[in-house]
């Protein structure tokens, strides 16, 4: 093939090869007039004017038309955007005392894209730390992906100083480890707080899907105040413009954006209030609600047992959740907004007051035997011997049942029911705080929807006294209080020192009907049943509840168990719903002691030990400590 | 040397051609910079650039001594030469970057695909020159096939750019030389067939890979489109006037891949602007339009024959590397002639225009 077509080239037109060098070195020269071919010479024109065309139009379509497009690529890709971190807003009492502060927590993060060797130094993070390798890793995986290859993936976090000192020395060898400075939150009263406070932790998918603004590792207020505030309390990062190359190197660094602080929030709480009824309640598990009726500001808003909620801002571990959790005393539950009871006794005020609205002349006598039979039911009053003839006001001092069951029965349910979601029962109070339950007010209608059953007379009975379906929280009930003595106003309860007065609804009753619940607790404080909480220098006022939270059990000589001798679960919750004013100050104190007992017994001197702190300790108290006895074996003082 | 020859020269192309060069020099001054904390740092690349641009001047004024009908007898042995040195590559040759494409001569290396460039378009110059008549069956399929030969040694090497170089070069010649009516007709239904059967047979998947990601850079943005978009954003960002000689802050950023040698008219592109990058185009087609002169004015057809070889040289790698940098051509490696930087196809470059030049010399001189 090679030799056929060097000759069909060759062999044509070109004169046979002469030997030796010098006649193969001659020149061969052609004949004149030379053309080149027509349609050579068009190709080659039409060539380079297509180069030309195809290319100022290409350039033009780049430069021109998505010019500016382009010229803000550039740009993004040589700046980059910094964050600097705001600080967050601390957290205050109303004397200043920091609740929630932010204390200065170093990480150690990795940048993958600078890491030549991720298994080994992932390995070394795990030798410096001490935490298990196989857990690196698996954060490494979780968390890779949601940083681009060139940002800092935070490995741990809040390494003590010890070891940055140590990671700081070492640190060289291992390219692409950095220690980063972030502040964490730190809350110095622990449990005391908790509830209130809640707690911030690193921002989830979901809440950085929501909120633009929240990126990687940013920290979020997940509970309680921190949770409601969270818009006051985080402020606004700053920016940097970091000028980078291609290998993210960083060039140069120009501020954009101050970073701007969070609000710092002063509460109405008062820390040594808390602290006072934090230690009244003993451990027990319940709550104090402290306010202020004119202003509706709270002043203590204790729930207990609570928990630290340092564990969660420093990322809680899996026991500690674990065991937190699954504790029956439920020390996550705010007891205050989020656990409802059965209301007892103290729900005789609300009752009261609403027989006072229908025209029932306080005047009048029941006869209280000790029982009221209703077809074959049999209900009794607290006080197996019976109070004799009582009135209202006599009704509420000793908080006589039977009165209640039969003018209960006389109004009906229904106005009951009217009467309760008025003064804001069946509905939260809209305290700011997350997820306050709303209590339950029950009636005709819910009844059927809820059993597919008709309401029955011995369930108004039962209602009537506080008991039955009724639930009602702590704070409702101060609300209710407060609003007994502000005039009937039911206040929004507040937090925050410079809140606002805030009135969410009217209790539907004329200023004399309030008043004369008002006395009837006055004298209840004075010598009924909420005589522990009465003192000589201050006007008190009180009226107690022991709710029970199972049908009555009865011991075998058909007498009511003692408090010691039931089921911890199946015991009574102890209510006391007070109010106290001394030298133009007025408060309202509602203690709840879940399955504490009775309420004056239980309740009562939580109560009193508030109003020692709140007023001084009572000048005319007797030494020991005033511990009301049941009045008579198998009765308890209601 | 002739005196009167001077004056025959081609001093539009010899314009152009230092023109090219300077612009080059001082776009590749630019693209070495790279931004470090202090300022600009420089490295030698433009140092180098211009001294090996001296050698190829050198190399020019050597290719413009002789007669230039004088390569039609050396183009046979010349031809056999490469392919003996093309033989020995895997024998002898050494491995860079996967591929063997060098022999080691001790004192330097030299790139026989190289000099396959320059032999094939002799030999395709001196056998296309035998006469006037557009090419039938059985010549174009001779001249085919001689050339066949070194392109198979060199895609095996591999190297599919020198390959498509050699080839686009001999059809361009063909094409000017014009082909018979049929043959033709023939050639443009084989190629969507050697095209298919190239790209399920004959190529490496990364070159594949290269092809679909021309057609959607975005599908691969950190991989083979990084170059693409990276390319594309700077010429765009250049927007009407440029960034300014040496503010181009893709390159200097190395946001810009490759910027010395495949993608050095993209720094051009950002630094000056459409305004500067519509100049060079015009420079660009003003070089090839002097050569397409030459190549008509020429006395003789193989005189002719060579200087279109010349100007399918340049006229292919103009339009692969600029098309390639815009985004309208596949990531190819082929230098842009003069703009990017490179030692060997420097002096290559300018050693062909001596060529060319030698032609448009000697137009009116008939004996040798």
Known sequence: ?638 | MDKSLLSYINWGLLACMLLLYVVGVGNLYSASGTRVETGLAFNSFYQRQIIWGLCGLACMLLAMTFDYRQLRNLAWPFFLLTLLLLLLVPIAGKTVYGAKRWISLGFMSIQPSELAKLSVLVLAARLLARDSLPLGWKDFMSVLFICLLPCALIITQPDLGTTMLILLILAGMILFHGLRGYVLKTCLLAVPCVGAFMWFVGMHDYQRQRILTFLDPTTDPRGTGYHIIQSRIAIGSGELWGKGFKEGTQSQLRFLPERHSDFAVAVFGEEWGFVGCVALVTLFCLFLLSIFSTAVQAKDRFGSMLVVGVFFYFFWQILINMGMVIGIMPVVGIPLPFISYGGSATVVNFTLLGIVLNVSMRRFMFKG
């Open chain 1, 1 to 638: 093939m090679f030799r056929k077509a060097k000759k069909s080239l060759l062999g044509a037109g070109e004169k046979p090869a002469r030997k030796g060098i010098r006649s193969w070195l001659k020149i061969q020269v052609e004949s004149e007039g030379y053309q080149p071919p027509r349609g050579g010479v068009i190709l080659l024109q039409v060539l380079v004017g297509l180069l030309f065309f195809v290319f100022v139009v290409r350039f033009w379509y780049l430069q021109m038309h998505r010019g500016a497009d382009f010229a803000q690529q550039a740009q993004n890709n040589r700046l980059r955007i910094e964050r600097i971190f705001a600080p967050r807003g601390r957290i205050m009492d109303d004397q200043g005392k920091v609740l929630a502060d932010n204390r200065t927590a170093y990480g150690l993060s990795l940048v993958r894209e600078d890491c030549p060797d991720i298994p080994a130094t992932l390995a070394q993070i795990s030798a410096w730390s001490g935490i298990p390798l196989p857990q690196i890793w698996d954060k490494f995986r979780q968390d890779r992906f949601k940083v681009k290859s060139f940002e800092p993936l935070l490995m741990i976090t809040d390494i003590d100083f010890d070891l940055v000192a140590r990671i700081e020395s070492e640190i060289y060898a291992w390219p692409g480890l950095e220690i980063v400075v972030r502040t964490k939150r730190s809350y110095p009263e622990k449990d005391l707080f908790a509830h209130v406070l809640g707690y911030v932790a690193e921002a989830n998918e979901q809440e950085m899907a929501a909120d633009s603004a929240l990126a990687m590792g940013d920290l979020v207020g997940k509970q309680g105040l921190e949770l409601e505030l969270e818009k006051q309390l985080r402020g606004r990062k700053g920016l940097y413009d970091v000028e980078v190359d291609a290998h993210s190197r960083v060039l140069g660094k120009f501020l954009r954006e101050e970073p701007r602080g969070g609000k710092e929030i002063r509460l109405s709480l008062d820390r040594d209030l808390q602290e006072a009824a934090w230690n009244a309640l003993g451990g027990e598990a319940g709550c104090v609600v402290v306010m202020e009726p004119d202003t509706g500001k709270l002043r203590a808003l204790v729930t207990s047992p609570a928990y630290d909620n340092n564990l969660f801002a420093a990322g809680i571990s899996q026991r500690d959740w674990d065991a937190l959790r699954t504790n029956s005393r439920y020390p996550l539950q705010n007891r205050v907004i989020q656990s409802v009871y059965p209301p007892g006794s103290v729900w005789k005020l609300v009752v009261a007051a609403m027989l006072l609205e229908r025209g029932v002349n306080p005047r009048e006598s029941v006869q209280c035997t000790g029982q009221v039979k209703l077809g074959n039911q049999i209900f009794r009053c607290w006080k197996r011997g019976g109070h004799g003839a009582q009135d209202m006001q006599s009704a509420l001092i000793n908080s006589c049942d039977v009165y209640f069951y039969q003018m209960g029965e006389r109004m009906g349910i229904d106005k009951l029911e009217e009467f309760a979601k008025a003064s804001g029962f069946g509905r939260p109070t809209g305290i700011d705080l997350p997820h306050e339950k709303s209590g339950l007010v029950p009636s005709k209608e819910w009844k059927r929807r809820r059993f597919g059953r008709p309401w029955v007379r011995g369930e108004t009975y039962n209602v009537s006294i506080g008991q039955g379906y009724t639930l009602v929280t702590p704070v409702q009930m101060a609300v209710f209080v407060s609003g007994l003595l502000n005039g009937g106003e039911l206040l929004k309860p507040q937090l925050l020192d410079d809140a606002q007065r805030e009135v969410k609804g009217r209790i539907p009753a004329k200023a004399s009907t309030l008043n004369f619940v008002v006395e009837a607790m006055r004298k209840t404080a004075g010598g009924g049943t909420a005589r522990v909480v009465g003192r000589k220098d201050a006007d008190m006022g009180g009226k107690t509840g022991t709710a029970q939270v199972v049908k009555l059990k009865m011991a075998a000589n058909d007498r009511r168990l003692r408090t010691h001798e039931m089921e911890y679960a199946q015991r009574d919750h102890a209510w006391i719903t007070t109010w106290g004013v001394k030298d133009g100050k007025s408060y309202v104190v509602v203690v709840m002691v879940e399955h504490g007992g009775g309420g004056s017994s239980v309740a009562g001197p939580v109560a009193r030990k508030v109003y020692d702190h709140l007023f001084g300790p009572d000048p005319n108290a007797p030494a020991a400590p005033v511990v009301q006895a049941p009045a008579s074996p198998g009765e308890r003082a209601d």
